[in-house]
């Protein structure tokens, strides 16, 4: 995957290349932007917001998963933004894509909170008009972050226990040297949050899902995709249909949210 910037008012901008994976025209290619912001350990993060829906009340903060980086996803966030009627930014992380520094588990604690101080200190954004959506290894981070910060809502799509879960499924406790204990921190998640997983997942088994679901306090009806695997979730027509329901009916007002 090839694509073009070019720089433009201190940020950078896709231009369109006989080799991007863009289905859509030019004029809606000039609504994503392209930036940097600099993460508390140093690195620089490759960033892109998506401007889908302008005057949208909401912007999701997408936490891509392992196998991908910006120049594969934007043409998934354009379509998805204007589907559930959101703007959508997401970024790099640590030596992902046009990121710099090495891949981390602090790396990527460091990364997501990067990328939510640019939407409060760039596009002037409040806690209450943000959406954390993570899918696979982005759900550590988002889970990470949610624990920490209030946020208007999450989204956890085939989200996973911890890592020794992944590896070793018979893992029945969380351990001290255990990366990615989402498990644990889910806890202390206060945000109305939808859990979103494939029955058929190979990668991370559907049990990681239902754990998580049990263990969110916040928890709204989750969404089993009965036959799903781990790639093709969001190719169920249900997947749309449950998002909306979820951004248009289930996220309240009544959450005490406030920017950090």
């Given at each position: 995957?090839?694509f073009i910037?070019y720089?433009?008012?201190?940020?950078?901008?896709?231009?369109?290349?006989?080799?991007?994976?863009?289905?859509?025209?030019?004029?809606?290619?000039?609504?994503?932007?392209?930036?940097?912001?600099?993460?508390?350990?140093?690195?620089?993060?490759a960033?892109?917001?998506?401007?889908?829906?302008?005057g949208?009340?909401?912007?999701?903060?997408f936490?891509?998963?392992?196998?991908?980086?910006l120049?594969?996803?934007?043409?998934f966030y354009?379509?998805?933004?204007v589907?559930?009627g959101?703007?959508?930014?997401?970024?790099?992380?640590?030596?992902y894509?046009?990121?710099?520094?090495?891949?981390s588990?602090?790396?990527?604690?460091?990364?997501?909170?990067?990328?939510?101080?640019?939407?409060?200190?760039?596009?002037h954004?409040?806690?209450?008009?943000?959406?954390?959506?993570?899918?696979?290894?982005?759900?550590a981070?988002?889970?990470?972050l949610?624990?920490?910060?209030?946020?208007?809502?999450?989204?956890?799509h085939?989200?996973?226990?911890?890592?020794?879960?992944?590896?070793?499924?018979?893992?029945?406790?969380?351990?001290c040297?255990?990366?990615?204990?989402?498990i644990?921190k889910?806890?202390?998640?206060?945000?109305?949050?939808l859990?979103?997983?494939?029955t058929?997942d190979?990668?991370?088994?559907?049990?990681?899902?239902?754990?998580i679901?049990?263990k969110?306090?916040?928890?709204?009806?989750?969404l089993w995709?009965?036959?799903?695997?781990?790639n093709?979730?969001?190719?169920?027509?249900?997947?749309?249909?449950?998002?909306?329901?979820?951004?248009?009916?289930?996220?309240t007002?009544?959450?005490?949210?406030?920017?950090?």
């Open positions: 995957m090839v910037i720089f433009c008012h201190y940020r950078y901008k896709f231009l369109l290349s006989d080799r991007l994976d863009w289905p859509y025209g030019k004029c809606e290619l000039e609504q994503v932007e392209f930036s940097y912001t600099r993460s508390s350990r140093g690195n620089k993060i960033c892109a917001y998506i401007r889908c829906c302008p949208a009340r909401y912007t999701i903060l936490s891509h998963g392992n196998a991908v980086d120049g594969h996803m934007i043409s354009y379509g998805l933004g589907r559930i959101c703007n959508v930014f997401s970024y790099d992380y640590s030596g894509g046009c990121s710099s520094g090495k891949p588990e602090k790396n990527l604690y460091a990364d997501i909170m990067a990328a939510l101080n640019a939407l409060h200190n760039h596009y954004l409040d806690n209450d008009a943000i959406i954390l959506y993570g899918q696979s290894i982005g759900t981070p988002t889970v990470d949610a624990s920490k910060v209030p946020v208007a809502a999450v989204v956890l085939s989200a996973l226990m911890s890592g020794l879960r992944v590896a070793f499924p018979e893992t029945r406790r969380t351990w040297f255990d990366a990615f204990p989402s644990e889910i806890k202390k998640v206060r945000a109305p949050t859990v979103i997983h494939g058929d190979e990668v991370i088994d559907f049990h990681h899902g239902l754990q679901y049990e969110c306090p916040k928890a709204v009806e989750p995709v009965h036959g799903a695997g781990h093709d979730v969001e190719m169920n027509p249900v997947y749309l249909d449950r998002l909306r329901q979820f951004i248009e009916h289930e996220i007002s009544s959450s005490s949210v406030s920017s950090s």
